[in-house]
């Protein structure tokens, strides 16, 4: 097996030379990037990022392409939970009555406002 020179350096501490050297692992200093069409010109600012991330939804938003989450179900309806209220009775009552949580009433009655 023979054994490569590295730039004849040979390692001070006695330790037999090895069979590669580090200088050829090693990276080449500096940016080694060439620039192509894809690369900006100018180095946009990180402060733009939200500005310009806002103006593209709401762009989106206008074409109809960025519709947002979609509204959920209801197991009962709303309108119900705020005539059961309206007749005097509890949150937990009107639960009960309608088969839904007590949150879930007083979502509805949020959402009968």
């Known amino acids: 097996m023979q054994q490569r020179d590295c730039d004849g350096l040979e390692p001070s501490n006695g330790a037999r030379p090895t069979t590669w050297c580090w200088?050829?692992?090693r990276k080449p200093?500096?940016?080694?990037?060439?620039?192509?069409?894809?690369?900006?010109?100018?180095p946009r600012s990180r402060k733009n990022i939200p500005e310009r991330q806002a103006a593209g939804i709401a762009a989106a938003k206008e074409r109809g392409v960025y519709p947002g989450r979609q509204g959920g179900t209801t197991k009962a309806k709303p309108p119900?939970?705020?005539?059961?209220?309206?007749?005097?009775?509890?949150?937990?009552?009107?639960?009960?009555?309608m088969g839904v949580s007590r949150r879930t009433v007083q979502r509805y009655l949020r959402l009968a406002d």
Do not use: F, H, Y
């Open 80 to 97: 119900r939970a705020a005539e059961l209220r309206a007749k005097g009775l509890t949150d937990s009552e009107v639960a009960e009555a």
């Open 29 to 42: 200093a500096g940016n080694t990037q060439k620039p192509n069409a894809s690369t900006p010109k100018t």
């Open 23 to 25: 200088k050829a692992i």
